[in-house]
């Protein structure tokens, strides 16, 4: 049988163009109705009818805490309570569609859950137990203290920990912001009477927000909450002015940092720059100037190492608020040998817009990124709750989203490439790379002033 010949076939490659870009359409916001009970406990509520679900969030500001107790007051507030224990709670949650979670930061200790809206009431007198009636059992604070000190150890085995520990720890000093993980040795230290002191004096409802988001009538639900909340009064007598956060201090542009990973393979760079909080008349253009320059997939930064070099494969920059201040920074990890060209292509980018003007057309797509991301961020009662309580911590309400939304929309090209200026020069960054120092400290030193530390 004589073999076949198969003549390939030449298939004319189909050109479409991509749909022009449509119009923002107007951001319409929920009804939501607020109240302040007569023990401090700000309510929000929502009405997002989507689902027959209610999301809840209740942020208590936690500033200046021990971090190493805050870190176990979180892991552990949900153990038990003089009447319950974690299993008779989880069951409890379980019984309204429900469950309850709890974490912390340097600004705020945030418990949140989610459930049938038709629970709301069992989900709020659940939360209501916890806050005044926490035990701490001890055995369960143990287990706790074992699981968080074998997380903070993994944590600290890991380049992209150390690197974003040695930027903190540039960025802000001696400022409380500086050490956002403690150390294994200050957990192992914690005692469950310390969190039980802690509870009492910092899980108070003066100053917290409880955000309630789902298929409610704000009003009805703001009721119920002062029902089965209104009674409490657990928190010490220090006023609360005590624990407020100074102000960050301002970024000191210096040398490159070096911190040596003998032998590592990949190289980090970490930079921060200046940013400016939500409120800000530049924040807007600000926001935009980042996205062209690296914070989303389409950015310059990302189309050139990544797509065009291939140095790295999730290049990413975005602007942190917190309670006391914001900044941008900018994040990649790339192969030890290219540590210098990538560092040389990002601060090329960073000159290039901080110089010269975006296009129209660049602008146009981060501008409809921004507006659709918005969009998308409030699309789910989760997203929505989050961003309220996000904002509440701010001073801010959902009205805000509305403002900030109309502000991108209109931003100019010339109020980017002037916020491009004033903050993304890369004079004024301050930059940590953390790798194999003897293989990169060279190729870094070549295009700016290195200092070399040890991690």
Request: hydrophobic share 45%; charged share 20%; aromatic share 4%.
């Amino acid at each position: 049988m004589s073999p076949t010949t198969v003549k390939p076939v030449k298939v004319p490659a189909i050109v479409t163009e991509l749909p022009a870009l449509g119009p923002a359409t107007t951001l319409h916001l929920p009804k939501e109705a607020e109240a302040t009970l007569p023990n401090g406990l700000t309510v929000i509520a929502i009405r997002r009818p989507s689902v027959p679900l209610v999301e809840v969030r209740l942020r208590i500001p936690f500033g200046k805490a021990h971090p190493a107790r805050a870190a176990m007051l979180a892991q552990t507030i949900l153990s038990g309570t003089d009447t319950m224990t974690s299993v008779e709670i989880a069951a409890a949650l379980q019984t309204v569609g429900g469950g309850l979670s709890a974490g912390v930061d340097p600004d705020r200790l945030l418990l949140a859950g989610n459930g049938l809206v038709s629970g709301l009431g069992r989900i709020l007198e659940l939360l209501g137990e916890v806050l005044t009636a926490a035990r701490y059992p001890a055995e369960e604070v143990a287990t706790e203290r074992a699981r968080l000190v074998d997380h903070i150890q993994v944590a600290q085995s890991q380049p992209q920990h150390v690197a974003r520990t040695a930027l903190l720890r540039r960025i802000y000093g001696r400022h409380p912001y500086a050490n956002q993980l403690p150390e294994p040795e200050q957990v192992k230290a914690v005692r469950p009477a310390q969190l039980r002191a802690l509870h009492s004096e910092r899980v108070r409802p003066a100053g917290a927000t409880l955000v309630l988001v789902g298929d409610i009538q704000p009003a009805k639900a703001i009721d119920t909450a002062e029902q089965i909340l209104g009674g409490w009064a657990i928190g010490g007598d220090v006023p609360a002015s005590k624990w407020e956060l100074p102000a960050v201090p301002s970024l000191v542009p210096g040398p490159l940092m070096v911190v040596d990973r003998p032998e590592s393979v990949q190289s980090s760079l970490r930079m921060a720059l200046p940013a400016v909080h939500r409120t800000h008349p530049d924040h807007a253009a600000l926001l935009l100037a980042n996205l062209i320059f690296g914070g989303y997939f389409s950015s310059r930064w990302v189309e050139n190492i990544r797509e065009d070099k291939g140095y790295t494969y999730g290049p990413h920059s975005a602007i942190e608020h917190l309670v006391a201040g914001s900044s941008l920074t900018v994040a990649a990890d790339v192969a030890t040998e290219v540590t210098g060209p990538a560092m040389l292509e990002t601060l090329y980018e960073l000159g290039r817009l901080a110089s010269l003007p975006p296009g129209a057309e660049e602008l146009e797509q981060a501008r409809q990124y921004a507006l659709g991301s918005l969009r998308l961020g409030v699309a789910t009662q989760a997203g929505l709750a989050g961003l309220a309580v996000t904002y509440a911590g701010a001073g801010l309400r959902l009205d805000h989203l509305a403002e900030h939304s109309a502000r991108l929309a209109a931003v100019t090209m010339d109020e980017v490439a002037a916020a491009a200026a004033t903050y993304l020069a890369p004079a004024r960054a301050v930059t940590v790379v953390l790798g194999d120092a003897e293989r990169i400290a060279a190729p870094l030193a070549a295009l700016t002033p290195i200092e070399k530390a040890q991690p």
